[in-house]
DNA sequence: TGTCTATGTTGACATCCGTCGATGTCTGGT
DNA sequence: ACCAGACATCGACGGATGTCAACATAGACA
């Protein structure tokens, strides 16, 4: 059974549509696509991004993330929150520890939807 | 004469970075590159980009955009506005007109730096 | 049970940002 | 010279967003 599309989560919307460049983007898609753009539009998460990414094993608890940053816990919590909501990292449990890391198939569908053209 | 890292543009800043995947951004990185990525994380100047991009002859003229959308001219040229200072769109007046076109470099490096792997 | 540590949640605040109406600045035509 | 149309700028308003301190929750261990 498919979803309808407006219980589609930012990453699907975003593998679903055409590159920004070939056709004029409705509204609608348009609306389903920019809070994936805004979760890394924020120079604190985009640096969450790429600390988890490069991470070993390419996952980070949120004690190491929240070291990196002059920020105060909750605050750091709060952007972790925004990127996993919007589907760029995945969340694991384990014991007291929070791990997450990163969604490479949304960020790989954003780049492919904003540069047109990929292999 | 090479530039001052401070004196980039976002667009440039974009094109001399590793991936985000590959290692961790520096906060200096980051503030360089979010002004991009900020640029279209709005529907309006998402949509902007595409209908640019996809119009007859890849270039647009004020006029056709405002039509495009139920927002006032002023709105919509304080989106153009930030599109170009931004360097995702180039600006040419040409008699009473002002045509804009997008530069596919931006989109492409920015597409790459997500991605984290390109062609 | 109780306490310590890791993480998330809440509420408040300041700032940023999208939008508008009014106005300014060009350019071309009469 | 004047007017009309295309586009930009300005000032103001309301809503969204980043940040913090305080508090809540949940697991590990004694």
Redesign the pocket.
């Given at each position: 059974m498919s979803k309808s599309v407006l219980e589609l989560t930012p990453v699907e919307a975003v593998a679903c549509c055409s590159p920004v460049t070939s056709e004029p983007l409705s509204a609608e898609a348009a609306d389903r696509i920019v809070p994936l753009v805004?979760a890394i539009a924020?120079p604190?998460r985009l640096r969450l991004v790429s600390l988890v990414a490069s991470h070993a094993d390419g996952e980070a608890?949120?004690?190491d993330l929240?070291d990196a940053f002059?920020?105060?816990?909750?605050?750091i919590?709060?952007?972790?929150?925004?990127l996993h909501e919007s589907g760029i990292l995945d969340?694991e449990k384990r014991?007291?520890?929070?791990y997450y890391r990163v969604n490479a198939g949304a960020l790989r569908d954003l780049a492919a939807l904003l540069g047109g053209v990929t292999a």
């Open positions: 805004k924020d604190v608890c949120v004690c929240n002059d920020l105060s816990q909750p605050t919590s709060h952007h972790l929150k925004l969340r014991g007291v520890w929070v």
